[in-house]
Each structure stands twice: as C-alpha cells, then as structure tokens.
C-alpha cells in the first residue's frame, strides 16, 4: 500500500504564499509519478502540477508561473509552492501518485492511482 499524507494549507490573504508538503510512505519510490490536485465547492476536481522521476513537470494553465512542485527523494516528500495566490485557488489540495509508465499520463494529470486526505487552502480578498 502507498500512504500520502499533506500538510501545510491554511488560510492566507491574496498575493502571499503558501508551501504544501506531501509525505509519501510505503510500496513507493523515486520512479512514480506525482501530483497535485484540487478541488474547490461544486466544482470537478482538476490536477494543478505533476512530476515525472526525472524532474520533469507540469502546470495547470491556471497556476503556471505562481506554483512550484518538486520532490526531496530522500526524504519522500512532494512539496507545492504556492505564490501570489488568489481567492479562486481557494479549494482542498490533495497529493497523489501513480506507478511508473508514460510521461504523458502523468502531465496530463490521468490515472491517478493513491490519493492523500487532504489539506485546505483557504485564500481572502
């Protein structure tokens, strides 16, 4: 089994930041995929950033240029920046991850297949 655990939301005013981590434990490692999503009050859930075991990494239209994903190995940790945030990236942020496979997959925020719990973003005008 694949435990994910978030941390870090809270709420925040617009234009400051905020720095989500993602501890990930358990029949996990470096190769899987990673990612954020989210999802706001009667709204579909949406993949807000990925990164594939290279490096490489992928950005919602919404988010790109304010929010950072990256992954310390080591400590098994997936970490979301988040800056200049704004009242409409308000929503509940999960981590998740999928097994190895296509890059593609994993950009295009598919297939999913461990989810954590969950941490609330909360961002005020």
């Known amino acids: 089994q694949v435990q994910l655990v978030e941390s870090g939301g809270g709420s925040v005013q617009a234009g400051g930041s905020l720095r989500l981590s993602c501890a990930a434990s358990g029949y996990i490692d470096s190769r899987y995929c990673m990612g954020w999503f989210r999802q706001a009050p009667g709204k579909e859930r949406e993949g807000v950033a990925a990164i594939v075991s290279g490096g490489g990494t992928s950005y919602a239209d919404s988010v790109k240029g304010r929010f950072t994903i990256s992954k310390d190995n080591a400590k098994g940790t997936l970490y979301l920046q988040m800056n200049s945030l704004k009242p409409e990236d308000t929503a509940m942020y999960y981590c998740?991850?999928?097994?190895?496979?296509?890059?593609?997959?994993?950009?295009?925020?598919?297939?999913?297949?461990?989810w954590g719990q969950g941490t609330q973003v909360t961002v005020s005008s």
């Open positions: 998740a991850a999928r097994p190895p496979s296509s890059r593609g997959y994993c950009y295009t925020f598919r297939n999913f297949a461990y």
